[in-house]
């Protein structure tokens, strides 16, 4: 029996472990083998289904955030517009270094995520600035979008937990399915002592040098027994 490596996708599982079963599903003397296997694929399948819906919900959650981060993104901008008018171009200015330490495009490198930390930074030095000051007016918007951000960035963080549990009761699953395959291989082959090809031919081969690597081919199994 050959084992599926660690990248053969869900997919190749899946459609392995159904050609599996369909084929001792088939034979009358291999059909009774399929049953500690039969309740694994389905786990694995449900894992799998698990994993698409919470990358939908991550997709989902991410048009919101995304949608605020560039509405910051431009509102810095305009922060640094005027704090470059208010230092005279001088990007060397106490005042321009303490707003924007590694310059505009330090900032714009950032992931949504890492950028969002940074308008409680902006504000903070803003207010230290005096009440008339040209700079203070950026307060107030950058204040609401990080109040507005709030939102969207927990269920964001939400749905990314979500997926990396999806994920790991997939892996789990996908682990659980590979031993149930192996230990059905065992007790065929402890069944029929001296019939290995026909054991063999139930059994998925995982990779084929005329196939995509990774996609199962399932052999018809033997018909007599």
Known sequence: ???PSKTTGPGSLIRGGRLFLSGLASNPKAKKFGTQFRPLQLKLKTAQGRVIEADDEVVDAQGPFNEI???????VTDLQLDATAAVRRDYRDPLYRALFPDG???LKKMTGKAFRGELPRLCGEIKKLGSDH????????LEELDKEWKGPAKALDEAEKGLA????HYETAR?????????????MT??????QAFVESFFPAWTQPSRKKGAPQGTT?????
């Open 165 to 168: 549990t999806a994920k790991r």
């Open 69 to 75: 981060h560039f509405r910051a993104s431009e509102a």
């Open 134 to 141: 040209s700079l203070r007016r950026h307060l107030g918007p």
């Open 221 to 225: 199994p033997a018909n007599g027994g």
């Open 175 to 187: 682990d659980e399915w590979v031993d149930g395959l192996v230990s059905t291989h065992g007790l």
């Open 190 to 195: 402890a069944a029929f002592p001296r019939r």
């Open 104 to 106: 505009l495009t330090g």
């Open 1 to 3: 029996m050959q084992k």
